[in-house]
C-alpha cells in the first residue's frame, strides 16, 4: 500500500527558509508525478509544484515560482521542496501527493492525484 509521509514543517520568520521532505513507500515512483499542494486555513488546496514523470521536468504555480524548488531522490523515494523567501501567505499545510496516471493538462488539479500524504504545517510570521 502506498503512503506518503511529510516532514519539514515549522514556523519561521517571514524571509526565511525550509525543506520540506516526503518519503514514499510501498510502490514504485520513478514513473510517477509527485507534487506539492498546500491549503491555508479557510481557503481551497492550491497547487504548488509537481515533478513529471519521466522527464523529471518541475513546474510551479506563479505565486511560488522563483522563490521555492522541487526536487526527487528517486533511488530513495524522496521528494522534497526546498522553499525560500517566504512569506505569511505561504502559510498553510502543505501536502505530497503522487499520480500514476494523470496526463500533463490535470497536473495541478488535486483530483487527479491517486495517494496523498497527512501534510505538515508551515507556518510564516510576519
Known amino acids: 500500500q502506498v503512503q506518503l509521509i511529510e516532514s519539514g514543517g515549522g514556523v519561521v520568520q517571514a524571509g526565511g527558509s525550509l525543506r520540506l521532505s516526503c518519503a514514499a513507500s510501498?510502490?514504485?515512483?520513478?514513473?510517477?508525478?509527485m507534487a506539492w499542494f498546500r491549503q491555508a486555513p479557510g481557503k481551497e488546496r492550491e497547487f504548488v509544484a509537481a515533478m513529471w514523470r519521466g522527464t523529471g521536468r518541475a513546474y510551479y504555480a506563479d505565486s511560488v515560482k522563483d522563490r521555492f524548488t522541487i526536487s526527487r531522490d528517486n533511488g530513495k523515494n524522496m521528494m522534497y521542496l526546498q522553499m525560500n523567501i517566504l512569506k505569511p501567505e505561504d502559510t498553510a499545510l502543505y501536502s505530497c501527493?503522487?499520480?500514476?496516471?494523470?496526463?500533463?493538462?490535470?497536473?495541478?488539479?488535486?483530483?487527479?492525484?491517486?495517494?496523498w500524504g497527512q501534510g505538515t504545517h508551515v507556518t510564516v510570521s510576519s
Open positions: 510501498g510502490g514504485t515512483f520513478s514513473q510517477s508525478t
Open positions: 501527493a503522487v499520480g500514476f496516471r494523470l496526463i500533463m493538462s490535470q497536473m495541478r488539479r488535486d483530483i487527479a492525484y491517486d495517494y
